[in-house]
Each structure stands twice: as structure tokens, then as C-alpha cells.
């Protein structure tokens, strides 16, 4: 497993109004509840601003899920990236170097005696809505050390899970899994990593600049994360109903 959990530090989650100080990834205080689902058609649902840990070097999301399939994609915030100092850190696309995402999600249990708060997880989908940025999994030939060689991409209460990814087609800032549920009561670990590549007239993430001199915010990194997203297939079904009944009224 992942060395850093056992690497006393401190990171801050934020969600909603409430901060809450984190002394590991896998703390045992209590942390706020983010609702998240798979419905598509809805723009958001609720902002989770994730903090930078200067300290380790990078992410730590720690929350209770709440999983309800109809609600809309939790936004996941992330900041650029700073020194202990506070200082920005520049990122150049050049030199690319990727930024650890750790990733814990205890699925909210069933209510005693009433129904469940969440459903099992069993996929996920994140999206990074800012250009610029790709994501970067483990075993990774081009960052073989990005992420330690014995982290699995996906676990289920600390234990490696099995994973398969869906979409092979997927673009660089897209990331979709599908692997075995789990369960409410149980945490869902993600561990992938953000990476910076540039666009063109942007190579360098941090200065608020483009690369002319223009402004421009690079304070946050935007990411569209959706617990158990329809299948390829589904979704292929779906435009294909769409497409129907559109000529069907045309008709």
C-alpha cells in the first residue's frame, strides 16, 4: 500500500462552509458529506474545494459519500499547487510533473431500520473541465515513480480492488472505471494524479499569465467526478432514442 499512510501530516478538505483539519489521509474525524450521482443532464450538484498539501505534495479528498444515482456530478475544486510558504508553485508543461490525487470515499450507510442513504458504488467518472490538464494513473510508463508501483488504482476499505476500464477510447482528461460494488458502510479509494501538459499559448500553470502576457486565473483546477455512470453502451442506446423520437416529431 500507499507509504504515505502511515507519513503523519496535515490537510485540509473543504467542503461546503465547513474546514476541517485531516492529521492523515485516513482520518478518523469526522468529516462533511458530499451528495453525488450519475445523472448527466444535471450541471452540478454540490462543490467540494479540495486543498493542496505542500507538505506531501499533494491532494487528499477524505468525505462520506452520499450516492444517489439521480443526482447530478460532485464538482471537485482543486487549488494550484504551493509551497509550504504559501507560494505558488509553477508548473511547466516542459517538464511535466504529476500531482498525487488521494482519494477517499466512505460510502454513507443505510438508515436503521429505514432505506439505504446511498446505493453501492460500482464506477466512476471524472471529468477535468480545465484545458490543459490530463490525468495520470499508476504503472503509467511515462511517470513509472508518479505514483508508488505497489498503489492499485482502485480499493475498497484500504484492500486492493479489481478495476476495468469501459471506454479505452477515453480522451487524456477523462477517467472511467467500472469494477466490483462497493458497499455502503465501505470506503471507495481512488489513486490517480493530476497533470499539467499546456495548451497552446499556455505552457506554464501558476503565474496567472498566458504565455503573451495576458492574465489569466490558474487558481483552481475543475474536475466533473460522477459515482456509476451508464455504460457505453447505455449511453449509445440512449442517443439512439433520442435520434428516433427526434424524427419521429419531425415526422
Keep these: 500500500m500507499l507509504r504515505l499512510r502511515a507519513t503523519p501530516l496535515v490537510a485540509c478538505v473543504v467542503a461546503g462552509l465547513s474546514v476541517h483539519?485531516?492529521?492523515?489521509?485516513?482520518?478518523?474525524?469526522?468529516?462533511?458529506?458530499?451528495?453525488?450521482?450519475?445523472?448527466?443532464?444535471?450541471?452540478f450538484n454540490e462543490e467540494l474545494p479540495v486543498s493542496y498539501s505542500s507538505f506531501v505534495g499533494a491532494y487528499f479528498i477524505d468525505v462520506e459519500l452520499i450516492h444517489d444515482p439521480g443526482a447530478g456530478p460532485m464538482i471537485q475544486r482543486f487549488e494550484t499547487p504551493t509551497t509550504d510558504t504559501n507560494n505558488r508553485i509553477l508548473l511547466d508543461a516542459a517538464q511535466p510533473a504529476p500531482q498525487l490525487v488521494w482519494g477517499d470515499y466512505r460510502i454513507a450507510e443505510t438508515s436503521p431500520g429505514g432505506p439505504p442513504i446511498s446505493e453501492p458504488v460500482h464506477g466512476w467518472y471524472a471529468e477535468i473541465m480545465t484545458e490543459g490538464w490530463e490525468w495520470v494513473l499508476p504503472d503509467d510508463p511515462g511517470f513509472p515513480s508518479s505514483i508508488p508501483l505497489d498503489d492499485p488504482l482502485i480499493t475498497r476499505d484500504d484492500v486492493p480492488h479489481p478495476a476495468s476500464f469501459p471506454a479505452p477510447g477515453a480522451e487524456p482528461h477523462e477517467f472511467w472505471v467500472e469494477f466490483p460494488p462497493v458497499n455502503p458502510g465501505e470506503t471507495l479509494g481512488i489513486h490517480k494524479a493530476l497533470l499539467w501538459v499546456g495548451t497552446t499559448g499556455n505552457s506554464i500553470w501558476g503565474d496567472?499569465?498566458?504565455d503573451d502576457g495576458t492574465p489569466f486565473n490558474e487558481s483552481l483546477i475543475s474536475v466533473w467526478a460522477h459515482p456509476t455512470v451508464p455504460e457505453p453502451s447505455t449511453w449509445a442506446m440512449l442517443l439512439l432514442g433520442a435520434i428516433f423520437c427526434a424524427a419521429l416529431r419531425r415526422r
Excluded at 492529521?23 to 444535471?42: D, F, H, K, L
Design 21 to 43: 483539519v485531516i492529521c492523515s489521509p485516513r482520518a478518523s474525524a469526522q468529516t462533511s458529506s458530499v451528495t453525488a450521482g450519475g445523472n448527466m443532464e444535471i450541471d
Design 208 to 210: 496567472d499569465l498566458l
